[in-house]
């Protein structure tokens, strides 16, 4: 675990240590509840323990400190989401990101959607850096998206007249849509009903049957 020596502002000032690790877990979510714009100092102050000085020596300006909790959800809480295109087919992809969205959405404090679409839904000219870096953020992750479903179509995983751009745009579109409900207080179950859904729209030559569709759930929502 990291720890960083912050210059305390109460007493004489000496040298405290905090962990960055766990700081940065709080800030990603005050991020990721509030919105960039939404997120005050003096909020994540109150939420990391820190004075404001101590704030800005060990992660610098609040656009600096974001991009810091948007590379820790990244690698945390959205991980799966890269981590699903390694899967052995098509469907096994689509399946994984779905599935994964729906118990990421229902986790403890999860409950605030996704977090490059929550942080980015207002803000002035300001903050528009941080909104357009969202922006090609979820564009790149579509475009992976992409380039997974026309390998599968290449390697005869899809049929020969599957829409290898059409399936990323359905399947992001769904679990954008999952974020959402989550937000309007959909449960785990309610999710992961909409994933079954989505996936016995998938083709025919590579999906299995509704049955293993089934495997998704049921489960506490």
Request: proline share 5%; aromatic share 6%.
């Amino acid at each position: 675990m990291t720890s960083v020596e912050a210059k305390s502002t109460q007493g004489v000032g000496r040298p405290r240590t905090f962990n960055q690790e766990q700081a940065l877990d709080r800030a990603m979510h005050i991020f990721w509840a509030k919105g960039y714009e939404g997120a005050s100092i003096h909020d994540l102050t109150r939420a990391m323990g820190l004075q404001p000085a101590s704030l800005y020596a060990a992660f610098g300006n609040k656009q600096a400190m974001f991009e810091r909790a948007l590379a820790h959800y990244l690698a945390g809480p959205a991980a799966f989401m890269s981590a699903a295109l390694r899967g052995p087919t098509a469907f096994a992809v689509a399946e994984r990101i779905l599935r994964e969205t729906a118990e990421a959405l229902t986790a403890r404090r999860a409950r605030y959607g996704c977090m490059t679409i929550q942080a980015a839904l207002v803000g002035g000219e300001e903050t528009k850096p941080v909104r357009q870096k969202l922006v090609r953020l979820r564009v790149r992750a579509q475009n992976a998206l992409r380039k997974r479903f026309e390998q599968a179509k290449s390697e005869g995983d899809l049929p020969e007249d599957a829409d290898a751009p059409g399936l990323a745009d359905f399947i992001t579109c769904v679990f954008q849509g999952m974020t959402v409900q989550a937000i309007n207080g959909s449960g785990r179950e309610q999710l992961l009903r909409i994933a079954r859904t989505a996936l016995r729209a998938w083709p025919s030559q590579s999906s299995p049957s509704d049955g293993n569709i089934g495997s998704l759930g049921p489960g506490r929502s």
